[in-house]
């Protein structure tokens, strides 16, 4: 792990981002310019390297509230799964630290499975706000994000095993989006919704059953956070929980 400090460097990131986000790097979601100005501004950009090969990176930007952004981060593919993203993280949280910062916030598609166990679970942030539509229309639809928090002034707290929940969002057998608003739901203490297995293979396949998973998702978080609810954690098998304190 590494900050970077050089075009070059900016220059293989942005090619990086151009090959996991499918486009050239004249359309990267960070293009080289941009990191260089950012760094300039003292802000954050690293990667990480298997020899002398970029196989990640992260860029992130200070924020109004006394943070770090985290603004974009990715693996090359081939490795992922092997602890590369669990180390940029570590890194950024690392270097927030020792710049007095607070917090750190970043965005992610709450239907993605594997990122929301992964930012719940092992790193122990907690979505703040829901976001519908945030990045406005894309190629999965709309492009609605959770946005997490990740305190940097409490001692780093991933999720151990959660208690029995009240399902708000189950899975059909056929994989279609199962709501279960059921009459008391809101007296429960805890509240679970789910998300499907893999919903970049959905959104392949059956981008119409996708497009009602995130309406149903949508709905259910909206309901729940109404009802007082907040996001503790995720069940190994891919449902969100939600608990609320009692009266």
Known sequence: MAELTEVTEYDQVAALFGE????????????????CALRLAGNYIAGAYDGTELIGASVGFFDSAGGLHSHIAGVRTGHQGRGVGLALKLHQWDWAISRGLKAIHWTFDPLVRRNGYFNLVKLGARPVRYLPNFYGPMAEGDSDRFLVEWSLTEPLSPVSAVGPTRPLLTEGLDGEPLPRFTPGWDTSPALSIRVPKDIEALRRKHS????????ALRDAVGLAVAGGYAFTGMTSDGSYVLTREAA
């Open 20 to 35: 996991i986000w499918s486009t050239d790097i004249a359309a990267s979601p960070v293009p080289a310019e941009l990191m």
């Open 208 to 215: 119409d059953v996708a497009a009602r998973w995130r309406s």
